[in-house]
């Protein structure tokens, strides 16, 4: 049996990879870790299943350095380690989904990610290096 994986570390080293200039807008977003979403978070999205939920002001949004509550993102230990069976495959969903609410803090909505996710995967398929473009 694989080794677990240890949520906290994955998400430190996510964070201590970031460019510093996104490490201060970060400092008032609490990232937590939680074993499954309730109802109510659940409905606050209009989903059935969650990895990670954002919930806060973006960055984007005319005084959101004024706001008396702290943004919060939630990585769901439950449907994350149900859906990615080795440790491999868990860890990058954790950082994947971890990067992803931290492009909602920033004010990057799904149809935007999706965008960028397009665009990434075609400039790997057009650069010089077969191996990049399979990663």
Excluded: C, W
């Amino acid at each position: 049996m694989a080794a677990p994986v240890d949520f906290d570390e994955v998400i430190d080293d996510v964070i201590d990879d970031l460019p510093k200039a996104f490490l201060a807008r970060l400092q008032s977003v609490a990232i937590v870790v939680e074993e499954e979403a309730t109802a109510d978070q659940l409905a606050s999205v209009r989903a059935q299943g969650l990895f990670g939920l954002y919930q806060g002001v973006p960055r984007t949004r005319f005084g959101a350095d004024n706001v008396a509550l702290p943004s919060k993102i939630t990585l769901f230990r439950g449907p994350l380690t149900r859906a990615h069976r080795t440790p491999e495959r868990l860890i990058r969903a954790i950082e994947d989904t971890l990067l992803h609410e931290i492009a909602h803090h920033f004010g990057i909505d799904d149809d935007r990610l999706d965008a960028i996710r397009v665009e990434g995967r075609a400039n790997r398929i057009g650069s010089a290096d077969p191996d990049e473009a399979r990663s």
